[in-house]
């Protein structure tokens, strides 16, 4: 019953959430509509025994990277109105129509491809322990991956936002 | 009335499609890259609620992987935008049409 309430109000926050941040024309109360989204995303993980991931949600998407959103947003063009005029012909209607399509496409094929739990299928239990235990055996080639990454994202944007632009027609570094 | 994981399943569709949907229709580089974040999302939350249901961890694994995934992206993809943005001073990509600086 607590779920069926949660999922109710937390999946209107979230799909109303996802709605204004593609229909609304200024991308600042699009970013926030999109946190929305990403908490109530975190409370749902929270409901399906996720609390890690919950918690990394928060932190890493509603924290840091919307956080980056809005930096850039409020950098580049609040100010500056979308040119909302479409340049290829019915691309509009072509894209809401394809996108119904896609969703019940899925909707079909979801239906019927149904996977059944196992038997023995158990709450897992989503603790830092469990999940780090994973982490540093079944998955730690990947684990190391990531770092090195990290490592080539971080240098790639320092090296990106260092760009001069007063070297205009020369070689650029 | 009990949620199960097809609920989750669909509130996850109905998030990735409208993901889709923004992607298709808007011209500001940067909601479209917040639509690929919900595009994200969306597919995250069917990892979990698949990962509930057959009693398996390993899913939430998978979210955690993709959340770092997700990090490194925006850093770059938003570092490649102020460049562009220093150049053209637009966000639309309908202004985009060279790769040249």
């Given at each position: 019953m607590v779920e069926l309430v949660l999922f109710i109000v937390f999946g209107l926050i979230a799909v109303?959430?996802?709605?204004?941040?593609?229909?609304?024309?200024?991308?600042?109360?699009?970013?926030?509509?999109?946190m929305a989204t990403m908490l109530s995303i975190a409370v749902f993980y929270v409901v399906n025994s996720g609390h890690f991931i919950a918690a990394?949600?928060?932190?890493?998407?509603?924290?840091?990277?919307?956080?980056?959103?809005?930096?850039?947003?409020m950098l580049i063009g609040v100010d500056r109105a979308e040119n909302l005029e479409e340049r290829l012909p019915m691309q509009r209607q072509l894209a809401i129509g394809l996108g119904v399509a896609f969703l019940v496409l899925i909707g079909l094929i979801g239906g019927n491809a149904w996977i059944?739990?196992?038997?023995?299928?158990?709450?897992?239990?989503?603790?830092?322990?469990?999940?780090?235990?994973?982490?540093?055996?079944?998955?730690?080639?990947?684990?190391e991956v990531t770092t090195l990454l990290l490592i080539i994202a971080s240098v790639g944007a320092v090296a990106l936002?260092?760009?001069?632009?007063?070297?205009?027609?020369g070689a650029e570094e | 009335m009990e949620v199960t994981a097809g609920w989750y399943l669909a509130l996850g569709a109905v998030l990735f499609v409208i993901g889709a949907g923004g992607m298709l229709l808007r011209r500001n580089?940067?909601?479209m890259f917040m639509s690929i974040e919900l595009?994200?999302?969306?597919?995250?939350?069917?990892?979990?609620?698949?990962?509930?249901?057959?009693g398996d961890l390993n899913g939430q694994v998978?979210?955690?992987?993709?959340?770092v995934v997700a990090a490194a992206e925006v850093v770059v993809g938003l570092a490649i935008m102020i460049s562009v943005f220093r150049r053209r001073a637009s966000a639309s990509v309908d202004d985009l049409a060279v790769l040249k600086g």
């Open positions: 109303a959430g996802a709605l204004s941040m593609v229909l609304h024309p200024n991308p600042v109360y699009g970013a926030l509509g999109l990394v949600q928060v932190v890493v998407y509603a924290g840091a990277v919307m956080t980056l959103f809005l930096f850039v947003i059944t739990a196992p038997a023995s299928a158990s709450e897992p239990n989503g603790s830092v322990e469990a999940i780090a235990d994973l982490i540093f055996t079944d998955w730690l080639l990947p684990f936002a260092q760009f001069s632009p007063r070297r205009r027609g | 580089a940067l909601v595009m994200l999302n969306a597919v995250n939350l069917t990892f979990v609620a698949i990962g509930r249901h057959v998978a979210v955690f992987f993709v959340m």
